[in-house]
């Protein structure tokens, strides 16, 4: 059993990766925290209820920062639709996020089970941040932080430096980078290369059941994101890819532990992720980069979740 804390700003993607967890049966989905990111916290937090009852599970839902630590919102509902979940109308589930803050749960988890969780962060690292700042001792409590965040290319998504969940808020991402935590990064360049699903893909998906209906029709905005600024035939799928790896670490076909920095004040680089590739810097590696995927792995996962019994 992988006993899991997952860290997200529930929109369609990250939907995806939530199923990928909740229905493995070889993970423990402990808690998800969300924090503001792709949509606002309050809907972030919806669209994380309306997943887990779907998928049948229980793992508890709790609220988290509602902002970034020092900058103002930047939401992405261009690329996930007004609600986050491709203006699909989901109904309200009915469900309240349990009692208690993200940050203090991802406090309390790390002490109260030290040394087992796999941390997995699908958003900007606000939370995770503030809860480093609160209590410092947790940055030895964590097995493993495994991120989507930044990209070891160092082309962005947002900025020609920065991918979304950096951009949103590079100074918790700093702070998380040089926490000394185990952390393992996996930029948008390992979801452009190696997780991307055609429109034939997206079909098949579907078709396998209730699940895979909901993880494709929730993508609609995204289409037109990934021909505009992705480049890809098809949409690529950061956060599930992350999760793959989070539950089977050898569909990492390629990673390198590296020295990486995120850049907090560049006039035109604030929110990039700096990989010491070369090791110029001399600096100790502080971060497992991964650099590819195995993309027929992560698609037959895919699968799997997709076609798992969903909640009436
Ligand atoms: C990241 O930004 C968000 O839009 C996605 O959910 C993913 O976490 C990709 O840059
Ligand atoms: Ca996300």
């Known amino acids: 059993m992988i ?30 925290t969300v924090v ?10 919806q669209n994380a209820l309306y997943t887990t009852a779907l998928c049948g599970s229980e ?19 261009e690329v996930h639709g007004g609600d986050g979940m491709g203006d699909s109308g989901l109904p309200l589930t009915g469900r309240e996020p349990a009692p ?3 940050v203090d749960v991802l406090i309390d988890m790390a002490r109260q089970h030290p040394g087992e969780l796999t941390l997995v962060t699908l958003g900007p690292l606000t939370n995770l941040a503030l809860a480093l700042r609160k ?23 947002v900025t020609p430096a920065a991918e979304f969940n950096v951009h949103v808020d590079p100074e918790a991402a700093d702070i998380v980078f040089r926490s000394g935590m ?3 990064m996996v930029g948008w360049d390992v979801s452009r290369k190696d997780a991307v699903l055609t429109s034939a893909d997206s079909a098949a998906l579907a ?31 950061p956060d599930p890819v992350t999760m793959a790896i989070a539950i089977e670490p050898d569909l990492a076909t390629e990673a390198a532990d590296r020295y990486v920095v995120v850049e907090t004040r560049g006039q035109h680089t604030a929110g990039a992720t700096l990989v010491d590739h070369l090791g110029v810097t001399g600096k ?23 076609g798992k019994p969903a909640s009436p």
């Open 135 to 157: 209590a410092p001792d947790i940055a030895g409590l964590y097995k493993k932080v495994v991120m989507m965040i930044g990209a070891a290319d160092g082309l962005g998504n």
């Open 36 to 45: 503001s990111g792709n949509v606002p916290l309050a809907m972030g937090v």
């Open 100 to 102: 208690g803050h993200g």
């Open 284 to 306: 100790e590696p502080n971060v497992r980069v991964v650099l590819h995927a195995d993309h027929d792995r992560f698609m037959a996962m895919l699968h799997e979740a997709c």
């Open 207 to 237: 078709e396998r059941g209730p699940l895979g209906e909901f993880a494709m029709k929730i993508q609609r905005q995204l289409w037109e994101f990934c021909r505009e600024v992705t480049h890809v035939d098809g949409i690529d799928m």
């Open 59 to 77: 793992a508890p839902v709790y609220a988290g920062a509602d902002r970034p630590l020092v900058r103002d919102h930047v939401f992405a509902h």
């Open 3 to 32: 006993p899991m804390v997952i860290d997200t700003d529930t929109a369609s993607d990250d939907a995806v990766a939530l199923v990928l967890a909740l229905t493995d049966p070889r993970v423990d989905v402990r808690a998800i």
């Open 182 to 184: 185990p952390l393992e």
